[in-house]
């Protein structure tokens, strides 16, 4: 529902997370662009999303709206994510155990379309993207 609105203002919908419950419901949507995001662009979309939600009202309860940039520690949601970090540190739960785990974090050694390749504690886990229920970068500072 918001990936064309937010498409047309000239970026990437980077994922859209519902947290908290009753009235501490927090809607985040995640935005990025090749230039960076700064507070002006999630003002913008912010309007735009809050326009595309009055009329929707897709939620049953109250809610906040946060628009964010996707930050150091990215969620990783559709396919190109997963692609575009290859060799990257990432931190992944899915929702059935793969060789006894559900919690992964590792370097993402490849993507092949459907299964992702982890490296973990100098063990290969393939976890197939359709039992993935998070993803995430793990940002790795330089000291």
């Known amino acids: 529902m918001f990936e064309p609105v937010v498409e047309s203002m000239a970026y990437e ?4 997370e519902l947290t908290g419950s009753g009235n ?10 090749a230039k960076g995001i700064t ?4 003002q913008a979309v912010s309007y735009q999303i809050s326009g595309i939600l009055e009329v929707e009202d897709p ?3 109250r809610y906040t709206l946060e628009v964010s940039s996707p930050g150091l520690n990215r969620l990783l949601v559709k396919p190109e ?4 970090f290859v060799g990257e540190l990432v931190k992944i739960r899915s929702t059935e155990a793969v060789l006894g785990r559900k919690n992964f974090k590792g370097v993402l050694e490849a993507f092949d379309g459907k299964n992702l390749f982890v490296a973990v504690d100098n063990e290969e886990y393939e976890i197939p993207l ?3 229920e998070k993803a995430n970068l793990v ?4 000291s």
């Open 24 to 33: 501490g419901t927090i809607l985040r949507i995640y935005i990025d662009a």
């Open 13 to 16: 919908l980077v994922g859209v």
């Open 59 to 61: 939620l049953d309860n």
């Open 139 to 142: 940002p790795v500072l330089d």
């Open 39 to 42: 507070v002006e662009d999630c």
């Open 130 to 132: 359709d039992i993935v």
């Open 81 to 84: 994510h997963f692609k575009r």
